[in-house]
């Protein structure tokens, strides 16, 4: 069963995974004129594709488990809402990580690696199952983008 493109799900994935660490990267560095490029780069994209992304994907797979089953993993029954409400109170924790990363730096690399990692594997497990519809394609696309995004930021941070 191929579903069709959720053009929501498409704007939110590349808003968190392009769009808005790009812009508020760029905005940092007009407005403050400090440009230490990787550090203020990794900043934004653990903000963003850590942080937010995964912040709100929790809340969804809490409230609204039904688009994570049927509209990524392509499953109609309804007896995996409890797993997914589990992984999103995950997905809440790690986000979260990120969300505070902007407030405590110290915490960045933390988050990227946390997060960085779960992506990665998340994006494996969509490589190793195969017979992709559209949403679980951009949904592995974005996590091992966002792997090697944070697996650089965690190199260049020692």
């Known amino acids: 069963m191929k579903l069709k493109a959720d053009k929501i799900y498409l704007f939110s994935v590349m808003g968190f995974m392009l769009i808005f660490p790009v812009l508020s990267f760029l905005a940092e560095i007009f407005f403050t004129k400090h440009f230490a490029a990787w550090e203020l ?11 937010v992304r995964l ?3 929790g809340l969804k797979q809490a409230i609204n488990p039904l688009f994570t089953t049927q509209y990524i993993f392509q499953i109609k ?9 589990e992984l999103g109170f995950s997905n809440i924790c790690i986000g979260l990580t990120g969300i505070v990363s902007l407030f405590m730096p110290h915490w960045r690399v933390v ?3 946390t997060g960085g990692l779960y992506l990665g594997i998340a994006g ?3 490589i190793v199952k195969g017979s992709l ?3 679980e394609s951009l949904a592995m696309i974005s996590d091992i983008f966002v792997f090697f995004m944070m697996a650089w930021f965690c190199f260049m941070s020692y």
């Open 41 to 51: 780069l990794g900043k934004w994209f653990v903000f963003w594709t850590i942080g």
């Open 55 to 57: 912040f709100t994907a």
């Open 77 to 85: 029954s309804n007896e995996s809402f409890a797993i997914v409400r």
């Open 111 to 113: 988050a990227a690696f």
């Open 124 to 126: 494996l497990q969509h």
């Open 133 to 135: 519809g559209f949403n």
